[in-house]
């Protein structure tokens, strides 16, 4: 997503970032996190489909994830409750902010709460 904000920037400059950045709803930062849905992607939409995606914030809880079994995909929407939720934070680094940590948190229940976090950092890699 980051990448599609600042590839497709139309005046090649740094507004790519800055566009990508508020498409990240402010409760991506605080521990409740956020989650998006990759069902809201309209790859009809030559340009650039992955802006269309849905950032959400969780709230309280994020919602578990429900998996179709006749796409064989998960998703928010259609199918049986999977027993899994995950959950985005993301961290902003530094001032002027040209980088931010991106972490997944997978949880489940397997006789008490589980969970395993991936994360990777992202860096306004235009240049000026």
Known sequence: ??????????????????NFRAKLPAQCESADGCYFDADSLNYGDNLQPMTDITIT????????????STTGKYNYLSGVNSGYSRKINITSIGAPVNEIKV?????WAQGSTRTITFSENLYNWIEQ
């Open 1 to 18: 997503m980051r990448d599609t904000f600042v590839l497709y920037d139309p005046v090649g400059s740094s507004a790519g970032w800055s």
């Open 57 to 68: 914030a969780c709230g309280a809880t994020c919602l578990e994830l429900k998996y179709d």
């Open 103 to 107: 972490s997944s948190t997978v949880s």
